[in-house]
């Protein structure tokens, strides 16, 4: 489970290559007056927006929380971005490796983030 959070005034719309993900939860979405996208629920998905932030320092940030599929045979070194060309110009894009279950030993281990997006988008 990984939890995308935005502590910034703009959008962002979180993409990830080669993996697919179920949206758990959308977090702080009524805060920000915005609304998840329509039938989200169940669907694997590999591209999801997370809210703005709207400033007020007794709201949380907007998050989102993500169940990744790593049970597909993909292993490597896969992109993760905002999918907002300009934000991602501007650093919002970092890497993860996925290992195969031989390397890693258990699911838990089986994923190794290198770098994160710096700023305004992090995962938790």
């Known amino acids: 489970e990984w939890a995308v959070e935005n502590r910034t005034g703009e959008n962002h719309e979180f993409h990830i290559h080669q993996l697919h993900f179920l949206v758990e939860s959308q977090n702080n979405f009524e805060i920000n007056r915005s609304h998840p996208a329509p039938a989200v629920t169940g669907q694997y998905l590999d591209t999801v927006e997370v809210p703005y932030w709207d400033q007020n320092p007794s709201h949380p940030f907007p ?3 993500l169940l990744i599929d790593f049970r597909g045979p993909d292993v490597g070194s896969f992109v993760y971005h905002c999918h907002i060309a300009e934000h ?4 919002m894009m970092s890497i993860i490796e ?3 279950p031989s390397v890693a030993g258990n699911s ?3 994923i190794h983030a290198i770098g ?3 700023g305004a988008a992090s995962l938790k």
């Open 108 to 110: 838990a281990s089986r």
């Open 63 to 65: 998050n989102v929380k």
């Open 88 to 91: 991602e110009d501007k650093g």
């Open 116 to 118: 994160r997006p710096p």
């Open 98 to 100: 996925v290992l195969p």
